[in-house]
């Protein structure tokens, strides 16, 4: 498959910039995975499509503020740390701003933390070594990262996270779940469909193209994610009493599908590099709400690989010219 066969044209205004209020007044594309069949609706009518016995499976991981402004040691120059992934106490790999931050250069944080440059990376990449934990710090320090197509300055913070967030290390929101309200998910409980919650910490290499020409010869970004035993059983249940395992996001697909790839589902905790592209045998998903993903992104191909590459990007033409909205505070789909 060549990577340009998952590219479409999206004009920037169909980009949402702001979430809509409340949660799930978002508008919800309904796709039939088989034939392709497509119904309009908006998310709060999510339960017409639901069923007794049903497990939606969410990803509970919760955005840290992981964006810190620092200054250079000892000039005082402006420096940008993103936070991406956690590697000890003290080590983080982050992305950096800034001039001449090679191996060795100090910067100092508001609270009066020490970072130091240990290791050069790819690119801005870089290795920062903290003179204690920053973690403590990060609620008054740190800022929520926003995705770089999002020019708006978000109001509430809290509104990039899900309702259900509870695991902090995620650098940015598994945006499927954002369109659940208190009240949908009572009126879903109502239904007696279940819930249950796999971690998944999402990076912001979730938001980079692919950019080899074959799209089965990009190097897929690596995650840690959770599988915990409870969850496992509610599947194991859920399939015995014939009801759906409905994956919310593409994160908590990656987690269930990394969890089966012996046949068998288990539990999980560690990294996963799987990268799922049509061809892929899905072992664990019956159905997924997803949002609308950016061209040539390995999410996209995710979503082709379970309902059909031509079925997909006929949705997303359609859901185009309908101005539906996309990305990360866009509509959503359902694809049953």
């Known amino acids: 498959m060549l990577t340009s066969d998952f590219d479409y044209s999206l004009p920037p205004e169909r980009i949402a910039q702001t979430p809509l209020e409340p949660r799930h007044s978002s508008r919800l594309l309904v796709m039939d995975r088989h034939s392709g069949a497509l119904e309009h609706r908006i998310f709060w009518d999510l339960p017409d499509f639901l069923h007794k016995n049903d497990l939606l499976v969410m990803n509970d991981t919760r955005v840290i503020p992981a964006r810190i402004f620092a200054k250079k040691m000892p000039d005082g120059g402006k420096v940008e740390l993103l936070l991406l992934k956690k590697q000890s106490d003290h080590v983080w790999e982050a992305l950096v701003g800034g001039k001449g931050l090679m191996k060795g250069k100090q ?98 290499d979730t938001f980079a193209p692919v950019t080899e020409e074959m799209a089965d010869e990009h190097h897929i970004h690596t995650e840690w994610c959770e599988l915990p035993q409870e969850t496992v059983d509610l599947i194991n249940n859920t399939r015995e009493i014939g009801g759906r395992v409905i994956a919310i996001g593409t994160t908590s697909v990656r987690t269930l599908e990394s969890a089966a790839l012996q046949g068998q589902i288990s ?27 950016l061209p040539k992104s390995t999410l996209l191909m995710l979503v082709s690989a379970f309902a059909g590459r031509e079925h997909i990007l006929s949705a997303y033409h359609t859901a185009i010219d309908l101005k539906y909205r996309f990305f990360s505070f866009g509509d959503a789909m359902f694809i049953h």
């Not at 003179?131 to 197509?149: A, F, T």
């Not at 996963?272 to 997803?290: C, E, H, K, S």
Request: aromatic share 8%.
């Open 107 to 204: 910067v100092i944080v508001n609270d009066g933390l020490i970072a130091s440059i240990s290791e050069v990376l790819d690119g801005s990449k870089r290795l920062i070594k903290f003179s204690e934990p920053v973690e403590p710090h990060l609620n008054r320090i740190g800022n929520v990262p926003l995705p770089p197509y999002i020019h708006e300055t978000l109001a509430d913070p809290e509104r990039y996270q899900t309702i259900y967030s509870r695991q902090p290390g995620s650098a940015a929101a598994p945006t499927a779940g954002l369109h659940f309200s208190p009240e949908l998910l009572a009126k879903i409980k109502d239904m007696e469909v279940r819930l249950a919650y796999v971690d998944l910490h999402v990076g912001l």
């Open 267 to 293: 539990t999980f905790i560690g990294p996963t590099n799987l990268f799922i592209i049509p061809g892929f045998q899905f072992q664990v998903v019956d159905a997924m709400i997803t949002n609308f993903h």
